[in-house]
């Protein structure tokens, strides 16, 4: 259980960061479910926590500024006092070829997955450091851990996130903090079902176990790794992606 925690999960109010933050909810959580443009859909993540017996809260800011992440941590502390579970989850991708690729669509991703979990984890450190607790959960993504043609961007904000987890991992260890990235494999999200059926079957054929992944399986990962189950597990990524990355 995670009573008397507070958690924050950037990018909770669709797709995985949803399925995290009610998730963490359940288990007893206070959640700061945060979003960037999607105000509706966060408050119905929030609405979903209440209806339930939970507590939630929406807060809006674009972790790809780094001031506004700033502000966005002082005023957590201001209200909790503390904050015990960081889960950066909030991405986009900009796909296309390499040789084609944009300067604005790779710096765009890079800001959003890879500089928005470094600007969180940048303000949250102190609060972590001076608690001598907490867990940071980072998403990655199979790409990050394989590549993938046509995701240079992407792969690398998601590899480079493997990279920031390990690096923070080692830096905070001795205060009792543990950061852990979970790489998900295709799950079922609006990033996903955007695919053509063919593309789709093909992506399918690609996975040991046959299927794509839900949003729920991830969830159950970053649970687990936000437990004390796995008080001892820290600089590791975990890959939730029906065997994928085997
Ligand atoms: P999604 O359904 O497209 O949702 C993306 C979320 O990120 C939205 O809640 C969005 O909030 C938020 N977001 C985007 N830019 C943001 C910003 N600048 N500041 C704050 N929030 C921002 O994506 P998803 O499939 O759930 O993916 C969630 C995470 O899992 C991402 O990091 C993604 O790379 C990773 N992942 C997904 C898959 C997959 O197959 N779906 C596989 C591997 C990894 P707003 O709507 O408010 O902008």
């Known amino acids: 259980m995670l009573t008397d925690k507070t958690a924050l999960v950037t990018g909770a109010g669709r797709g995985i960061g949803r399925a995290i933050a009610l998730k963490l909810a359940k288990l007893g959580a206070k959640v700061i479910v945060n979003y960037s443009g999607s105000k509706e ?11 339930e017996g939970g507590n939630a809260e929406a807060l809006q800011c674009d972790v790809s500024d780094y001031k506004a992440c700033g502000e966005l941590a002082k005023s957590v502390i201001e209200k909790y006092g503390r904050l015990d ?37 940048r303000h949250f450190s102190r ?33 480079g996130i493997i990279g920031l987890t390990k690096s923070a991992a080692r830096e905070m260890a001795s205060r009792g903090i543990c950061v852990n990235a979970v790489a998900p494999g295709f799950i079922e999200t609006d ?56």
Do not use: H, W
């Not at 119905?44 to 209806?51: C, H, P």
């Not at 070829?97 to 890079?110: A, F, P, R």
């Open 191 to 246: 990033m996903v079902s955007a695919m053509g059926e063919d593309i789709r079957q093909k992506l399918v054929e690609k996975i040991p176990l046959g299927r794509i992944g839900q949003a729920a399986e991830i969830a159950e990962a970053v649970a687990f790794l936000a437990g004390d189950a796995a008080a001892y597990i820290t600089g590791q990524v975990l890959c939730v992606d029906g065997g994928m990355a085997i």
């Open 85 to 121: 579970i960081l889960v950066n989850n909030a991405g986009i991708t900009k796909d296309g070829l390499l040789m084609s690729m944009s300067e604005e669509d790779y710096d765009k991703v890079l800001d959003t997955n890879l500089k928005g979990a470094f600007n969180m984890m």
């Open 41 to 51: 859909k966060a408050e119905e993540t929030v609405e979903m926590i209440r209806s």
């Open 127 to 159: 609060t972590f450091l001076k608690q001598r607790s907490g867990r940071i959960i980072n998403i990655s993504s199979v790409s990050g851990v394989l590549g993938n043609a046509g995701q240079a961007n992407y792969s690398a904000s998601k590899a």
